[in-house]
């Protein structure tokens, strides 16, 4: 069955509740979940029970009383229930199976040609899924992050830059037709990634403002407020990639000029590092770089890549400033693939924002690099359909 609560009327409406608490606090006796959430521990012990039934939840080791007591931990089931999590970009598409308690028991990343029609790249996309179905059986469901323009609210693909071939096809609705009977939830990259870096923020805080810098194959943006992703009225918010810092730059596919985009994706970049060696050196074959080469370049400190990658820091300064002062976050995060390039990295996008802004607003913002080791796409997509799914009466 993919019904995953087994019981509607008040007993769901505890349930919910009960399964937003040990979501939030993780781990958790019946008597912490009685104290966070407020419910007598008779409604508690009372609700639980279809839910460790049903494999939602299970007992897991005790813990530590008051007079030595112990009490039995509850928390999401390792096995047995299973969310397929699937990331879209410009050059290829992730893959990841999660266990109820968010950890990823199997995932791949598969490239993306840009001969493929975007029938054949939906054809690759379903057989991978279809794998991991047979793989686990019960899939309770879906959770989709694609990058933006992206219409949340009716779920459409605006425009992928570099990537021309999901213009005008209507991906969500396509993914529903092939799999009508697990439920689909969707959300755009930049917005999936903020929600997990707010998850599993070191402040843990109920309220503040997060934005979310996502900057790799494209440049993205969130901004989460008090835990929730701000989606604005068509769920556009967030296209930092799409502000013009250059009235007279070139003119980016969104129709605007001197796009952010145009001069810091990771596809940029590495065209102007290519250029550069063409240019300099008859011999090219052989020294073409990838983002692979050219990140182990910048943290050798090599030359070239360390002044392009600079420029590229200095770029995205200016659209995160801009963001600053016009959003006021407590803490602002950058992410995706440009967080690997480390801690020189930051500094020069700091030094760099520290210049644009009022002394007071750079002393009260945080500025930092995500330290998460698994995609934060995808986990944030897991997040998103974990939560529509189960923590939503």
């Known amino acids: 069955t993919n019904n995953p609560l087994p019981i509607e009327g008040v007993q769901r409406v505890n349930q919910t ?16 979940i009685s104290i966070e959430t407020g419910l007598d521990t008779a ?3 009372r609700s639980v029970v279809p839910l460790i ?3 939602i ?6 813990s530590q009383g008051a007079r030595g007591r112990g009490s039995i931990n509850l928390d999401f089931t390792s096995s047995g229930r299973y969310f397929l999590c699937l990331r879209i970009q410009r050059r290829d598409f992730s893959v990841a199976i999660n266990n109820l308690k968010g950890e990823v028991i199997d995932t791949q990343i598969v490239e993306i040609s840009n001969n493929n029609s975007i029938d054949s790249t939906f054809s690759k996309i379903i057989s ?3 794998h991991y179905f047979k793989k686990y059986n019960q899939v309770d469901g879906i959770g989709v992050a694609v990058p933006g323009p992206f219409l949340e609210f009716n779920e459409k693909i605006i425009l992928i830059t570099e990537n021309p071939t999901f213009q005008g096809f209507d991906f969500i609705k396509a993914l529903r037709s092939a799999y009508p009977n697990i439920p689909i939830h969707s959300i755009h990259d930049a917005k999936a990634a903020g929600v997990s870096e707010w998850r599993s923020s070191p402040h843990k805080q109920d309220e503040g403002v997060l934005l979310y810098i996502s900057a790799g194959q494209g440049i993205g943006s969130s901004i989460v407020v008090n835990g929730a992703p701000f989606r604005g009225a068509d769920g556009l918010a967030g296209e930092l990639g799409h502000t013009s810092i250059n009235i007279d730059g070139p003119i980016c596919k969104c129709g605007n000029k001197g796009c952010l985009e145009l001069y810091t994706s990771r596809i940029v970049l590495v065209e102007n590092i290519n250029k550069r060696i063409t240019k300099e050196n008859d011999s090219v074959a052989e020294q073409l770089f990838d983002f692979n080469k050219l990140l182990e370049g910048y943290l050798s400190g090599n030359k070239l890549e360390v002044e392009e990658v600079t420029k590229v820091a200095i770029y995205l300064a200016i659209g995160i400033s801009n963001c600053i002062n016009f959003i006021n976050p407590s803490i602002v995060v950058i992410g995706d693939e440009f967080s690997s390039f480390g801690e020189n990295f930051l500094q020069s996008i700091k030094s760099e924002i520290k210049k644009r802004l009022l002394p007071k607003t750079f002393e009260t913002v945080e500025i930092a690099l ?4 698994n995609d ?16 939503t009466s």
């Open 17 to 32: 509740t009960i399964l937003n608490s040990i979501f939030k606090k993780g781990l958790s006796s019946r008597k912490q």
């Open 43 to 45: 409604t508690v012990s």
């Open 53 to 55: 039934e049903n494999g």
């Open 57 to 62: 939840i299970e007992e897991v080791g005790m």
């Open 128 to 130: 991978i899924m279809n």
């Open 370 to 373: 995500s330290s998460k080791k």
């Open 376 to 391: 934060s796409v995808l986990e944030g997509a897991f997040i998103n359909s974990i939560t529509k799914t189960y923590l």
